[in-house]
């Protein structure tokens, strides 16, 4: 039976010398990622750390950083993933929580005084990320042991234990099994243009995946991790930039392309032509819920189908379309995020008794499958509606949910709604804290470029479009929405524009 370990050990050593990731235009070959693998391992060794203790790794987007994630899924250890982007007193309390024995950075982050006192503090071994050929790790002076004490103990049949992107509080991790990995693997390797199995020799390709989100959340380790497992060659981007995501397309001319919702506005307020994406035969989109007018509007203007995806840090793969299925059923099935995949069970529930509804009825997602929660059903925390042909509409966050005085206010209900607004490019809806009804809705909106609408205008526009209860409190125009690193709205940093009390908050008689 061929492992985790198998596969990537198997890549690694097809051919030393072809190209296997670019980042800012020079090329790791597949070689140069085994020797990072080889030297991790080998330190690891040396420091004597042991495979059942986990190994912290602050994860960027560059070329050494993606070897160093294929080098623990070709390895025996666990990756804990650390998140450099954080502040120096949240990684400090993150890492006293964690306490892994030993940490893996790059040096621009070995170089914050905060960041090796707070990997001093619990005791870990430091490694460094060199970027030099010849010594791709070495130890940090002064880390060079860990000492002894209570150490991050890993699961062997873990992978990673992953950061979620903190979209609607603060980030968790969550346990990425092997068998989960490698089901994922299979099931990309089936559906490639040429599919392959698990089984067969490892093999190289000349095309390219162009990967743009970032590596320490699960929609970038995803898409690295199948194209490496593919022996795809990978064109990695520090962030999403339209130029620079236009400039790796004309390079490597993909079938295939991945955009977030976010990004596809941007790509297609660039004004991107049809023959700059002629390469493509599809766009997938993920990470957030996309509007069907977006999907038609990249449709009319490339002629290239939008194909959506839907899964979690928890759950990979849930939903999707292929290029077939999108023009035999899309106009019929608009706004659906795709057919659910056979290796999931999904039904709906109602929210309040947990029984299962009927078809077409709206409630909250639960799903079921091997990796998941075994035989237990596993609830979500997204309102969904499913078909008889497991077609699935995903409606909004069971946690978005606002109480205003005892009315229940969907927060992406009435996001949709501001959205259609001709002035209106980009809407996040929250809820507040209020004296008098709990909690109230607002709006922080992103106009058109151009746009002349004032915030009172707005409001009245939403007055005649919602319920009374629905219609925000409070709106502040914003240059763009707070994000996480994978451009999801980051709704914590929403509610924060909001925490200066306004007039309008407490007199509006809409209420």
């Known amino acids: 039976m061929v492992t985790l370990q198998d596969r990537f050990k198997g890549m690694l050593a097809v051919d030393p010398q072809a190209p296997a990731i670019e980042f800012r235009g020079s090329w790791l070959s597949w070689g140069d990622l085994a020797d990072v693998a080889k030297g991790i391992n080998e330190a690891l060794q040396d420091i004597g750390v042991p495979t059942s203790q986990a190994v912290g790794c602050a994860i960027r987007n560059s070329g050494e950083h993606a070897a160093a994630i294929i080098a623990f899924l070709a390895g025996d250890h666990s990756l804990l993933t650390i998140n450099p982007l954080f502040p120096d007193e949240t990684l400090a309390a993150d890492l006293a929580k964690l306490r892994p024995a030993v940490v893996i950075a790059d040096g621009q982050d070995w170089d914050r005084a905060g960041f090796k006192a707070a990997v001093g503090a619990i005791g870990a071994a430091g490694l460094e990320l060199t970027h030099d050929r010849a010594q791709p790790i070495r130890s940090v002076p002064g880390l060079e042991r860990p000492t002894s004490g209570d150490r991050f103990e890993g699961d062997p049949d873990v992978a990673i234990y992953m950061l979620t992107s903190g979209t609607t509080g603060a980030p968790k991790r969550v346990a990425i099994g092997r068998a989960r990995i490698l089901a994922n693997i299979k099931g990309a390797l089936r559906y490639q243009k040429n599919p392959a199995a698990i089984t067969d020799p490892p093999a190289l390709r000349s095309a390219a995946v162009i990967v743009d989100n970032p590596l320490v959340h699960m929609s970038g380790i995803w898409g690295l991790l199948n194209a490496i497992a593919g022996g795809f ?279």
């Open 233 to 511: 060659r990978v064109c990695l981007l520090e962030k999403f930039n339209v130029d620079e995501w236009r400039s790796a397309v004309a390079r490597h001319r993909p079938k295939i392309a991945n955009l977030t919702p976010s990004s596809l506005r941007m790509v297609l307020d660039a004004g991107v032509t049809r023959e700059e994406l002629s390469s493509l035969t599809a766009l997938k989109s993920g990470t957030a819920a996309l509007s069907p007018d977006l999907i038609d509007e990249a449709l009319d203007r490339w002629g290239v189908p939008v194909l959506q995806t839907y899964g979690a840090t928890e759950f990979t793969n849930v939903a999707g379309w292929s290029v077939g299925e999108f023009r035999e059923h899309y106009a019929t099935h608009k706004g659906a995020v795709g057919i659910v995949n056979p290796d999931y069970e999904a039904r709906i529930v109602d929210a309040q008794s947990g029984e299962p509804v009927p078809f077409g009825t709206e409630g909250v997602l639960e799903l079921r499958g091997a990796h998941v929660a075994g035989d237990q059903w596993l609830r979500t925390t997204d309102r969904a509606v499913l078909d008889a042909d497991r077609f699935l509409w995903i409606k909004g966050r069971v946690d978005n949910v606002i109480i205003r005085g005892g009315f229940k206010v969907h927060g992406e209900d009435v996001q949709r709604t501001l959205e259609q607004h001709p002035s209106v490019r980009e809407a996040c809806v929250v809820g507040v804290p209020d004296e008098r009804l709990g909690n109230v809705p607002v709006a922080a909106v992103v106009l058109q470029a151009g746009a002349d609408l004032t915030e009172e205008g707005l409001k009245a526009w939403a007055r005649e479009q919602l319920l009374p209860y629905q219609v925000p409190t409070a709106f502040r125009f914003v240059a763009d929405l707070p994000r996480t690193q994978s451009m999801k709205p980051m709704l914590p940093a929403v509610r924060e524009l909001f925490a200066a009390p306004r007039a309008t908050q407490s007199e509006d008689s809409s209420r």
